[in-house]
Nanobody, 124 residues
Framework: VQLQASGGGLVQPGGPLRLSCAAS????????VGWFRQAPGKGREWLSC????????YYADSVRGRFAVSRDNAKNTVTLHMSNLEVEDTAVYYC??????????????????WGKGTQVTVSS
């Protein structure tokens, strides 16, 4: 079982970035996927999730309107489209697989599978 987040890097404030979460070793289409981040010295923050059916998406207040999540079950990937990035978005970003019907409860849910993170740095 493997989840791997990728696509992180250095971006200027106001810029966009796209993160991908690639899954292997399990039936990806049975699971919802959540995106989380952790900044230095802070706890894990839930950002967004998409259910096993792409129409089911949720966002934290801190990213709603700036981030969008999508998934491609044929490619076993979930993408987090980030725009209008702020310095405060600097963190390590993670994806996790959980119950098929995602929701705000993902904020506190112990995900079934976790991926390695990718660093996002927003700086001028």
């Amino acid at each position: 079982v493997q989840l791997q987040a990728s696509g992180g890097g250095l971006v200027q404030p106001g810029g966009p970035l796209r993160l991908s979460c690639a899954a292997s070793g399990f039936t990806f289409s049975y699971f919802g996927v959540g995106w989380f981040r952790q900044a230095p010295g802070k706890g894990r923050e839930w950002l967004s999730c998409v259910g096993n059916s792409e129409g089911n998406t949720y966002y934290a207040d801190s990213v709603r309107g700036r981030f969008a999540v999508s998934r491609d079950n044929a490619k076993n990937t979930v993408t987090l489209h980030m725009s209008n990035l702020e310095v405060e978005d600097t963190a390590v970003y993670y994806c996790g697989a959980g119950p098929a019907s995602c929701g705000y409860y993902y904020r506190d849910y112990n995900m079934d599978y976790w991926g390695k993170g990718t660093q996002v740095t927003v700086s001028s």
